[in-house]
T-cell receptor, first 112, second 113 residues
Framework: GQNIDQPTEMTATEGAIVQINCTYQ??????LFWYQQHAGEAPTFLSY????GLEEKGRFSSFLSRSKGYSYLLLKELQMKDSASYLC?????????????FGTGTRLQVFP | SQTIHQWPATLVQPVGSPLSLECTVE??????LYWYRQAAGRGLQLLFY??????ISSEVPQNLSASRPQDRQFILSSKKLLLSDSGFYLC????????????FGEGSRLTVL
């Protein structure tokens, strides 16, 4: 079966650093994605990891360990606008990178 | 630039009534198209995807259907809605390349009463 696990909720303070973890067990692996979704809005793409290691993009970084079936999204210098749900998704179908399996999302609340 | 629109944004329908959600993509050709549903407390669930006109793959057995009458048009339908069909429906497109990035529409919130 396909399974993606991430914490349901997290809280953090403005200016701090937060790490959102994601573990997955899937029948195949073509890459791992992180999306951001503000309440009532559509998800927007944040990052894509296909090889082990850290990918940095501004205040956001994403890490992948394929052998451990593990990823994390690191958010630095948190801002109030970072309050949102963060969705971990895996592409598990051979030759079709776009068919993603999504986790339930982690709702992050940033407090002043 | 590419844009994606879906409508209606919100609708309230009685059980047993029909449904039609429409999605169109502009600024690109031959996109892969997707319908996802996001129920409360659950992750995004892939319902249908299409790699071309008239080509629809169903991911989950249900009373919903999808059609792609034109290259950049994707329609989600039901003949008789169930209470369990309530949710947030998202249309998305991708280039079908190895990037895997999905571009989502604004979403349609369906409440079945």
């Amino acid at each position: 079966g396909q399974n993606i696990d991430q914490p349901t909720e997290m809280t953090a303070t403005e200016g701090a650093i937060v790490q959102i973890n994601c573990t997955y067990q899937t029948s195949g692996f073509n890459g791992l994605f992180w999306y951001q979704q503000h309440a009532g809005e559509a998800p927007t793409f944040l990052s894509y990891n296909v090889l082990d290691g850290l990918e940095e993009k501004g205040r956001f970084s994403s890490f992948l360990s394929r052998s451990k079936g593990y990823s994390y999204l690191l958010l630095k210098e948190l801002q109030m606008k970072d309050s949102a749900s963060y969705l971990c998704a895996v592409s598990a179908v051979p030759y079709n990178t776009d068919k993603l399996i999504f986790g339930t999302g982690t709702r992050l609340q940033v407090f002043p | 630039s590419q844009t994606i629109h879906q409508w209606p944004a919100t609708l309230v329908q009685p059980v047993g009534s029909p449904l039609s959600l429409e999605c169109t993509v502009e600024g690109t050709s031959n996109p892969n198209l997707y319908w996802y549903r996001q129920a409360a407390g659950r992750g995004l669930q892939l319902l249908f995807y299409s790699v071309g006109i008239g080509q629809i793959s169903s991911e989950v057995p249900q009373n919903l259907s999808a059609s792609r009458p034109q290259d950049r048009q994707f329609i989600l339908s039901s003949k008789k809605l169930l209470l369990s069909d309530s949710g947030f429906y998202l249309c998305a497109w991708s280039r079908g390349s190895s990037s895997g990035e999905l571009f989502f529409g604004e979403g349609s919130r369906l409440t079945v009463l």
